[in-house]
């Protein structure tokens, strides 16, 4: 693997695990990380679907340009996950801490890992 593509596979590790630690993010920051009045049944929610994710793009770390559709996935969800929260901040002043905690999370990642899969993509296609 050159130079232009070993980072793919490291940033996917790293946002897996992420994915797989937002249960404690939400206990240790919960003005940053968990929505209020606290809902046990949306944390379970949220941990379960993240916590999938993480565990399916650790694999796809493996082989990411197998799992293309995946990553792809991953970054317009967060986007767009980022998106309605930030208007949902905005609005709510309870929720400004989420404004410098998941939503510039989710942001990173979907910026890290569509620039990072687009070089992938091209190299491809070449």
Known sequence: ?????????????????AFLLIYPL???WPSGWSWQPGQHEYEQMIVGIYGTLGVFLLRAS???????????FTVWSSFVHALIMAVQAVIDPAEH???VGDIPALILVAIVL???????????HE
């Not at 493996?62 to 792809?72: G, Y």
């Not at 569509?114 to 491809?124: C, D, N, Q, T, Y």
């Open 26 to 28: 939400m206990n240790i």
């Open 1 to 17: 693997m050159d130079e232009q593509h070993r980072y793919l596979p490291i940033a996917l590790v790293v946002v897996g695990i």
């Open 62 to 72: 493996r082989k990411p340009e197998a799992h293309l559709s995946l990553i792809w």
């Open 114 to 124: 569509g620039f990072l899969a687009s070089r992938e993509v091209v190299s491809v």
């Open 97 to 99: 801490g989420h404004l």
